[in-house]
């Protein structure tokens, strides 16, 4: 049998079933083409994308590619795709869609145009010059209203139909009866969807760097210029000025004709982000994020496509827009867990980033005053190339810190969520004009048990988390080992009766502000008050331009915002975040106290901090207290790898879920068994716990169990993993797996 060259296509088709490359023949094809194929039994026109090239034994069976209809992917994508799907354990289709503009694969349009276009019907003059001033002193006589109509479309040119009217004050029936007459053309014409058109930028030119600074612009402008891949840990301090060491690393790679993403970890720091970026380097940058229309989004994705955009702004989903020549990515207060997607594909946008660096030949900036525990590693190891600011920009100090023990404000007959002294110094805010923040971690599901007289909060004996209360049944569970009690109705520390499960929100607090302050002004952001197009935006710029008293929100609040006029932050519960059942909490404890306390003080007031808790004397809150990320560091890192969690090893979560519970347990079961089985076979170091019902162990009428695997989840794993998961399983049953998750629910 002789041999024929074949396209290896992917097919546009969510089925787990077809997750693999079919062979085709054809006549003209490239890498990263969108094509029409002939797909199943019933030869059905199917889209897929071609994603490489290989030779198969000639066959009457083989089928033959209908229609190329153009590039969809670049080389670049096509290899970050083949590497996504073995990364993420997922499947050829969940990392099309990612890498995809909204509609592209639907086959009913050539190209990208599988969305379309936004279309506006505009009017144009059709008639001669010559006659034009015949026509318009007759219609001046009989139809004073076309005439003026006609004398707009003469002095503008192309006018869209709505703005027409207005103009000329009068109605369609007149435009109408111009188009009629063979005097005006009414078409189509496509409008890019910009949400930011009104927007006014002001100029800025570059700071004067200072020696810290200076040290690492020069360091990573040496990079771009040898188009160099380097990972790069840059960690300074809050308000230390990360933002205009990457305002110059940028600007410069711009200036020498490359590219750049800068992702930040929040929709609401986009606004300021942007705002900076475009004020300094013109109207080449673009936003991008999942809080613009998907038509804004379609519009803003070609733009980036066409070349017509140098730096591209945005959240998570902005790191697979199609920039080519990269010369930088910045990954803004790069220890967010919203870098990492809880939706398939279960990426991690700082090593999508770091992977497409790689594959640019660029370096990737990892920015923050607290890196993540997995980068800070990684910079001791070498992995990355560390750069450090130690001081405020222009020897701004930081905030005084006061710790306050709430475990005497009940015994002293305050029974508000606000100590007395929070309070009091909210009040001295209020008086002098200052503005005052006010944070309050709301996570999740997880509700712990903690005493209000002692501060003993209820942790696992096995995995050193914190046991979470589940009311139904009144008992105390960890979610990593099953570890079980009952809860308590006495401190068994200090026998009080005080013990209670903890859990407050955003707009208690707010009503107490406005009980307690009734002449302040107070605004709210959270998940339900930043709901609506640009609410974050709006916010911001309210409390920033209307100078309000004080705002009160959630974890969206503590990074990267920068208001000069913020002299006071208060931290409302630092316990709800450090007792909570996820091996990361003393991390994220440490990084939302020290970024939200950074976020006072920036201008030429002297901040302040209040932290409010029950444990005062907790390693976590006076680490985060002294902005100490040195000594957390070590203490951290200690405790992980004695338990060997991530950075020393890694947590594998699989979930599955179906409406018939038997049918749930029993593929559990069965994933539980070729895992043990595999990994045995191999060789593989590794812990399984469980099958258990999940933390949540119904949704939706869904009957919910999972595993927990701790491995080291390199390549080959992974690859294992992705193979036993991506079975096709019952109609109603759905695997779900994700490697060090945001969250065990």
């Avoid at 302040?608 to 004397?617: F, K």
């Amino acid at each position: 049998m002789s041999l024929v060259k074949v396209a290896k296509v992917i097919i546009n088709n969510p089925s787990k079933a077809v997750d693999k490359c079919f062979d085709y023949m054809f006549d003209e094809a490239c890498i990263g083409d969108h094509v029409i194929v002939p797909f199943g039994r019933g030869n059905t026109k199917t889209d897929g994308v071609v994603i490489g090239f290989g030779e198969t034994e000639e066959s009457d069976k083989l089928k033959k590619i209908d229609c190329v209809l153009g590039r969809i992917l670049s080389q670049r994508d096509v290899n970050l795709l083949k590497w996504m799907r073995t990364r993420c354990v997922c499947t050829y289709y969940d990392c099309l869609k990612e890498l995809l503009p909204p509609g592209a694969m639907s086959g009913k349009n050539k190209g990208y145009g599988g969305f379309g276009d936004k279309l506006l019907k505009y009017a144009s003059l059709c008639l001669e010059p010559e006659l034009f001033d015949e026509v318009l002193s007759e219609l001046e006589k009989k139809a004073p209203a076309q005439a003026k109509v006609l004398d707009l479309l003469n002095q503008l040119g192309e006018i869209p139909v709505v703005h027409l009217g207005e103009l000329a004050m009068t109605t369609r029936g007149t435009i109408s009866a111009l188009k009629k007459k063979g005097y005006i053309n009414i078409f189509d014409k496509s409008v890019e969807r910009n949400p930011f058109s009104e927007e006014k930028i002001v100029t800025t030119q570059p700071l004067k760097p200072n020696a810290e600074q200076k040290n690492a612009i020069d360091y990573i402008n040496s990079k771009v210029d040898n188009n160099e891949f380097c990972g790069i840990l840059l960690r300074g301090i809050t308000g230390s000025g990360k933002t205009e060491v990457y305002l110059q690393a940028v600007a410069h790679a711009v200036e020498n004709n490359k590219k750049a993403i800068i992702l930040v970890p929040e929709i609401s720091l986009t606004p300021q982000m942007s705002e900076r970026f475009k004020s300094r380097l013109g109207k080449k940058v673009a936003v991008f994020h999942s809080g613009l229309s998907i038509g804004e989004r379609y519009d803003c994705w070609n733009k980036i496509k066409s070349g017509e955009i140098d730096v591209v702004v945005g959240a998570r989903s902005a790191i697979f827009t199609p920039i080519d020549n990269i010369g930088i990515i910045v990954i803004d207060e790069e220890h967010e867990n919203s870098y990492k997607s809880d939706m398939s594909p279960k990426y991690d946008a700082r090593e999508v980033a770091e992977e497409i660096c790689r594959l640019e030949n660029a370096p990737l900036v990892l920015a923050s005053a607290t890196p993540s525990m997995k980068s800070a590693y990684r910079a001791v190891k070498g992995d990355l190339q560390l750069l450090q600011i130690k001081n405020r920009y222009n020897n701004v100090e930081l905030p005084d810190v006061n710790i306050v023990d709430l475990r005497y404000e009940l015994s002293n007959g305050n029974k508000s969520f606000l100590s007395i002294a929070l309070q009091e110094e909210i009040r001295k805010n209020i008086e002098s004009g200052q503005q005052t923040i006010l944070f309050l971690n709301r996570r999740g599901f997880s509700t712990f048990v903690s005493c209000r007289s002692c501060g003993y909060a209820a942790m696992c004996p096995e995995c050193d988390i914190a046991l979470t209360y589940h009311k139904f049944n009144d008992t105390l569970v960890c979610h990593y080992c099953g570890y079980t009690i009952n809860n308590y109705s006495v401190c068994p520390k200090c026998k009080s009766s005080a013990i209670r499960y903890f859990g407050i929100g955003t707009q208690k607090v707010e009503e107490e502000l406005k009980k307690l302050f009734p002449t302040a002004s107070v605004i709210r952001m959270d998940n339900d008050t930043t709901r609506g197009k640009l609410a974050h935006h709006k916010i911001l710029k309210k409390f920033s331009e209307e100078k309000i008293d004080i705002l009160v929100g959630t974890q969206m609040i503590t990074k990267g915002l920068d208001f000069p006029n913020v002299s006071l932050v208060g931290v409302l519960a630092a316990d709800m975040m450090l007792y909570v059942d996820d091996y990361q909490a003393s991390e994220r404890t440490f990084q939302l106290i020290t970024q939200v306390c950074g976020r006072a003080g920036r201008g030429n007031t002297k901040g302040r901090a209040v932290i409010q808790t029950y444990s005062p004397d907790h390693w976590v809150i006076e680490c985060a207290s002294h902005q100490d990320f040195k000594e957390f560091y070590k203490k951290e890192i200690y405790l992980r790898k004695s338990m060997n969690y991530p950075p020393f090893g890694d947590i594998v979560n699989i979930i599955v879920s179906g409406q018939n519970g038997n049918d749930v347990k029993n593929t559990i079961s069965d994933i539980s068994r070729n895992i043990c089985s595999k990994f045995k076979d191999l060789g593989v170091e590794h812990t399984l716990l469980g099958p258990t019902p999940a933390p949540l162990s119904k949704i939706n009428n869904k009957f919910r169990w999972r595993v927990i695997l701790k491995c080291d989840a390199s390549e080959k794993e992974r690859e294992i993993l992705r193979e036993i998961v991506t079975v096709p399983q019952k109609v109603d049953v759905n695997v779900s797996l994700d490697i060090n998750p945001n969250n065990m629910m």
